[in-house]
RNA sequence: GCUGGCGUAGCUCAACCGGUAGAGCAGCUGACUUGUAAUCAGCAGGUUGGGGGUUCAAGUCCUCUCGCCAGCUCCA
């Protein structure tokens, strides 16, 4: 059944206009304008499908989602591209034995083997080999055969992944393939009817991947496109994705002058005064939220002992990661976690039940050697600093407590509109503690979030090695998502360190330990800030507020004496006192995305008025200094 | 770490098949005193990421190394 795929164009094009509120996401917006449709991508979402939907909807950029009733269709569209794309390579490369070839989010890819290395111009003649076999409009047939015939077919064509594959499936289960003229692949399915169905395709990139995602497999060559049903949709994307690249945090951070990586420290960064602003703008709202929930802030030593690291088991699981030094000839280690300098705060003195739930927050600086393929601008470096805190309670405290920790997430999120997904990691094959302990802590984990109402899907086999968690996932520029947030339920760590509070009883008891980080770190949440804002940071953390721009320089004292009242009054201000055209300098002050901008000329000074150009809605027109100070400063306090 | 690609001035990019590095913006200096997204002129700026090699000659070819990018693996 060939359906049609929806595509909605907001903001500024031509063929489809429409009025919204400023800031709401497109989901928002939707569910305002098409309420049927809403239901349809929140349908898509909830199986990941579907993108942009958190995207925030920016003044001229052309937004669409590709999503809804058909997305099932577009699914088989690109998967019958990569069959294609895999015909093609057949063709012109003999010699080339596939691996798997999926459609994903965005696109499709295909892992394939060949003593050919592929190049970006190999792309091209793929891409020209592609068109003829769309052309060719050869029909899909799908057939059911016997394993054994099946076994025999891609043996025969020496398909020697198809076969493993095969293997691995149950003995009595009939194998599904699809053939296209003489391309066969091993293949659930579903497909469009014939090649000739896939009218707007692109190779985008060329990229290694280990057979099966094992880092001990081979490396396999895997060819990145993506297909859609019109050409005109192909180009959107197109369009999207180029949309994307401007607002990533690398370019931006350069641009803003907010941090900078350099070679002689290879995933440490440095963060300019810039950036620091809006690192210390968000460290202060978490201070201020974490006071207001109950927490108590503590800091502790980057260096610790190896023996304490012994005793953590981070020696044991999690030594490769982590960096040593020595002092007077004993070893000691860098930290790549807090929770052990928390416990030697918490073990300190004697607590009692009355006391609990304790909660204490860190911004700890960790270093852990990554791998430097996986560094990744802001979002994946060495050293980095968690806002991490930990709980300690009773173990009839763990629910409420846990509701209270997802509570404090969502809240502080929202002041960034920020949407998230939760995950909820189960135990790991290297892990520490027995199965039952694993059991309860994950149930705790589970039911919280069910009594809460967040929405989760699970991850087995992924929580750390002390615990399971849950993890808190927000989106970049390019829809690739980043675990910020986290809760781990920690049943080891007390044990290991005889952690004790002293009962009603007067007796000894073990109590229960939560590890959590709410930006995760501040590094990777500032990034994910900084493409989240496209750069525009809101008024409360931009790093310069307000900009001052002169007409000539007979306004200079003026000019000064401005600065002076907003700067008294906290507001990070600058004045461009250079000699430049009045165009000039707002183009600049744009360019840098500063909230606010005062033209000064004769006449505001005069009248003791300010000409309030803002950044967004450009030119407001002159207004008495008074009420433009009295109006920033509020909206400065509502963090809007 | 792995696979592939890339690395030229602060930034964005030029330099045919090897012939000895060039532009715009930014910076500095000067002129202009300017009304809502780039005023004009001049100056300065690079051992082409680093080491080694091939060659009469290397930004260009080979090699080692460092870093960056995409993806894989891993993860906040």
Redesign the pocket.
């Known amino acids: 059944m060939e359906k049609e795929m929806i595509k909605i164009s907001f903001a500024v094009n031509p063929d489809y206009k429409i009025e919204v509120e400023k800031g709401l996401t497109i989901l928002e917006i939707v569910a305002q304008k098409a309420p049927k449709l809403y239901k349809l991508i929140l349908a898509a979402k909830a199986n990941g499908k579907g993108i942009g939907l958190g995207d925030r909807v920016e003044e001229d950029s052309l937004i669409q989602i590709f999503t809804g009733a058909d997305e099932e269709g577009l699914h088989a569209l690109r998967h019958t591209a990569s069959h294609i794309m895999a015909q093609a390579v057949q063709r012109l490369f003999p010699d080339t034995k596939l691996a798997i070839g999926p459609a994903i989010a965005n696109g499709f890819?295909y892992d394939l083997d060949s003593a050919h290395?592929?190049?970006?111009d190999d792309l091209t003649a793929i891409e020209t080999e592609m068109a003829k076999i769309v052309e060719e409009d050869i029909p899909l047939v799908h057939e059911i055969l016997p394993r054994d015939k099946a076994l025999e077919l891609f043996s025969g064509l020496g398909a020697i992944y198809k076969v493993e594959l095969i293997n691995e499936l149950p003995e009595d289960m009939p194998i599904s393939i699809y053939r296209q003229g003489d391309f066969i692949d091993l293949c659930a399915g579903p497909h469009v009817s014939s090649t000739g169905k896939v009218k707007a395709f692109k190779l985008?990139?060329?990229?290694?991947?280990?057979w099966?995602?094992?880092?001990k497999n081979k490396?396999?060559?895997?060819i990145?496109g993506t297909a859609f049903a019109k050409k005109t949709e192909l180009d959107a994307y197109l369009k999207l994705l180029e949309e994307a690249a401007a607002r990533?945090h690398?370019?931006l951070g350069?641009?803003l002058d907010l941090f900078s990586?350099?070679?002689?420290?290879?995933?440490f960064p440095f963060f300019h005064p810039h950036g620091m602003v809006i690192r210390n703008e968000i460290e202060k709202l978490w201070r201020e939220l974490h006071f207001a929930f109950g927490y108590d802030e503590i800091k502790t030593p980057v260096i610790l002992s190896r023996d304490l690291w012994i005793q953590s088991g981070h020696w044991e699981h999690y030594r490769n990661?982590m960096y040593f030094t020595e002092i007077d000839e004993a070893p000691y280690a860098i930290k790549p976690?807090n929770c052990p300098g928390c416990i030697l705060v918490y073990r300190a003195h004697h607590h009692s039940y009355r006391e609990l739930p304790i909660r204490m927050c860190e911004m700890g600086l960790?270093h852990?050697h990554?791998?430097?393929?996986?560094?990744?601008?802001?979002?994946?470096?060495?050293?980095?600093t968690?806002d991490d805190a930990h709980i300690f309670m009773l173990p009839g405290q763990i629910k409420d407590e846990i509701k209270k920790v997802i509570e404090l997430f969502d809240k502080v999120y929202s002041v960034y509109g920020l949407k998230y997904h939760a995950e909820l990691?189960t135990k790991?094959e290297?892990a520490m503690g027995d199965d039952a302990i694993w059991e309860v802590a994950t149930e705790a984990l589970r039911e919280a979030m069910e009594e809460y109402g967040l929405k989760y899907k699970v991850n087995p086999g992924?929580g750390?090695?002390y615990g399971p968690?849950i993890?808190?996932?927000l989106e970049d520029s390019?829809g690739?998502?980043?675990?910020?947030?986290?809760i781990?339920l920690d049943m080891q760590m007390p044990e290991k360190f005889d952690l004790t509070y002293i009962g009603e009883d007067g007796q000894k008891h073990r109590p229960v330990m939560i590890h959590r980080?709410l930006?995760?770190?501040m590094?990777?949440?500032i990034g994910i800030l900084i493409e989240h804002y496209a750069g525009a940071f809101p008024l409360w953390m931009a790093p310069v507020q307000v900009k001052i721009?002169?007409?000539?320089?007979?306004?200079t004292e003026y000019a000064q004496k401005l600065k002076e009242a907003l700067f008294k009054e906290k507001i990070r201000v600058t004045v461009d006192e250079?000699?430049?055209?009045?165009?000039?300098k707002?183009?600049?002050a744009?360019?840098q995305k500063i909230p606010y901008?005062l033209?000064?000329?004769?006449?505001?000074?005069e009248e003791g008025k300010v000409?309030?150009?803002k950044?967004?809605e450009?030119?407001?027109?002159?207004q008495d200094f008074a009420n433009f100070l009295t109006a920033i400063k509020n909206e400065i306090a509502e963090k809007a």
């Open positions: 890819y290395v592929f190049t970006p985008q990139s060329l990229a290694g991947a280990y099966r995602g094992d880092e490396m396999l060559q895997r990145y990533d690398r370019k350069r641009e990586l350099q070679d002689e420290g290879p995933g990661n976690m960790v852990r990554e791998l430097s393929g996986a560094l990744h601008g802001l979002m994946r470096v060495r050293a980095f968690q990691s790991p290297k992924d750390a090695f968690k993890d808190f996932h390019l690739r998502t980043w675990q910020c947030g986290t781990q980080a930006y995760g770190s590094e990777r949440f721009l002169p007409i000539t320089d007979r306004q250079r000699n430049e055209k009045i165009g000039y707002i183009r600049e744009q360019v901008m033209v000064i000329g004769d006449k505001e000074m000409a309030v150009r950044r967004k450009g030119d407001l027109g002159a």
